[in-house]
T-cell receptor, first 114, second 115 residues
Framework: DTEVTQTPKHLVMGMTNKKSLKCEQH?????MYWYKQKAKKPPELMFV???????INESVPSRFSPECPNSSLLNLHLHALQPEDSALYLC?????????????FGQGTRLTVV | GNSVTQMEGPVTLSEEAFLTINCTYT??????LFWYVQYPGEGLQLLLK?????DKGSNKGFEATYRKETTSFHLEKGSVQVSDSAVYFC??????????????FGKGTKLSVIP
């Protein structure tokens, strides 16, 4: 099983709403990531969790709040977003350690902020 | 620093044509290299990988050879199909500590294959 599952697939939210994106993997991977992808651009790294601890925050605004409840789950809590935050949000996981740097991606959540 | 330069396209080919998408990299040491593919409306899928110099990654008829002397990892396919229409990303993993790797992507190449 090389699957990373993201929910929801699509999300429309107002600028005053609070919502959460969810990501799950059962591959035993110890590193999990959030990437943001704007149209016609490559993904850009937002956050890295390794062994359930936040290890990298790429200067992401505080209206995005990541959470890693356990080694299989990764959430991204959204609050007071702006229309320019509309994008495809991709979750990924990798094995961690020296065992392989390849990342497996979910299908993404397409977020529209209105 | 570490970076990836990728031919941007878009590339439009007829079915059964030969495909090459160029990718060169700048990196410290000898990292692994990847090609990811993104079909319309979907996430990224790992297409193929190479972990050391002269390695050839292959999958679904696509191939790429890790060339240390030219710092390149060009993607090739001998005969493309309409179903290969997608965006292709060359990617370089950079160790980011605590056992994790962040991916540096090329800008992506959109391939359209027409019947």
């Amino acid at each position: 099983d090389t699957e990373v599952t993201q929910t929801p697939k699509h999300l429309v939210m107002g600028m005053t709403n609070k919502k959460s994106l969810k990501c799950e993997q059962h591959m035993g991977h110890r590193a999990m990531y959030w990437y943001k992808q704007k149209a016609k651009k490559p993904p850009e790294l937002m956050f890295v969790y390794s062994y359930e601890k936040l290890s990298i925050n790429e200067s992401v605004p505080s209206r995005f709040s990541p959470e890693c409840p356990n080694s299989s789950l990764l959430n991204l809590h959204l609050h007071a977003l702006q229309p320019e935050d509309s994008a495809l949000y991709l979750c990924a996981s990798s094995q961690g350690g020296q065992n392989g740097p390849e990342a497996f991606f979910g299908q993404g959540t397409r977020l529209t902020v209105v | 620093g570490n970076s990836v330069t990728q031919m941007e396209g878009p590339v439009t080919l007829s079915e059964e044509a030969f495909l090459t998408i160029n990718c060169t990299y700048t990196a410290t040491g000898y990292p692994s290299l990847f090609w990811y593919v993104q079909y319309p409306g979907e996430g990224l899928q790992l297409l193929l990988k190479a972990t050391k110099a002269d390695d050839k990654g292959s999958n679904k008829g696509f191939e790429a050879t890790y060339r240390k002397e030219t710092t390149s990892f060009h993607l090739e396919k001998g005969s493309v199909q309409v179903s290969d229409s997608a965006v292709y990303f060359c990617a370089l993993p950079i160790y980011s500590g605590a056992g994790s790797y962040q991916l540096t992507f090329g800008k992506g190449t959109k391939l359209s294959v027409i019947p």
